[in-house]
T-cell receptor, first 115, second 110 residues
């Protein structure tokens, strides 16, 4: 049963600390998305990659957020320095190769609390 | 930027009722997704539509491209259908990231 995995599942940190979230897409999927969910804004796209290349990161605050794919099996989202307003659930999703993305498979999310 | 509106925001119904959730968007799209978010937070993709209608079990999704509108129907609703249902659109032009509605919180009472 192929699944997207995310680590850590929960993270509590203090303002100013660096936070790194990791995502392992489903093997063979070549598109990876990072989304953020808050009570106020709902779900928002932060960034996405195809074949490890960033295609759109316009939803991501550039001064403190960075997203990378060191290899095809790992995507990372870093926040440095973290702020209380970054508290949210961060979802990773992956999609199979093809014309567009038919279905996105979501990971369980990383619940981040910045104090 | 595409604006995605869902209605109703909250819906409580009795088991067995026919449920309809609506989604409208402001700009032409290449695809529309219906997602289900469980009370525990997990998100599952239910449908991806670019035209017409799709059916999976008791779930039916329709889209009218000209009217920029989609509906998700649940027949013979059951308490296990209780979840947040989220409409999301892909604007096309090579962009695959989704723009989301705020979701419809559905509760089915036994």
């Amino acid at each position: 049963d192929a699944r997207v995995t995310q680590t850590p599942r929960h993270k509590v940190t203090e303002m100013g600390q660096e936070v790194t979230m990791r995502c392992q897409p489903i093997l063979g999927h070549n598109t990876v998305f990072w989304y953020r969910q808050t009570m106020m804004q709902g779900l928002e796209l932060l960034a996405y990659f195809r074949n490890r290349a960033p295609l759109d990161d316009s939803g991501m605050p550039k001064d403190r957020f960075s997203a990378e794919m060191p290899d095809a099996t790992l995507a990372t989202l870093k926040i440095q320095p973290s702020e209380p307003r970054d508290s949210a659930v961060y979802f990773c999703a992956s999609g199979p190769p093809g014309q567009g993305v038919e279905t996105q498979y979501f990971g369980p999310g990383t619940r981040l609390l910045v104090l | 930027k595409n604006e995605v509106e869902q209605s109703p925001q909250n819906l409580t119904a009795q088991e067995g009722e026919f449920i309809t959730i609506n989604c409208s968007y402001s700009v032409g799209i290449s695809a529309l997704h219906w997602l289900q978010q469980h009370p525990g937070g997990g998100i599952v993709s239910l449908f991806m539509l670019s035209s017409g209608k799709k059916k999976h079990g008791r779930l039916i999704a329709t889209i009218n491209i000209q009217e920029k509108h989609s509906s998700l129907h649940i027949t013979a609703s059951h308490p296990r259908d209780s979840a947040v249902y989220i409409c999301a659109v892909r604007s096309g032009g090579g962009a695959d990231g989704l723009t989301f509605g705020k979701g419809t919180h559905l509760i089915i009472q036994p």
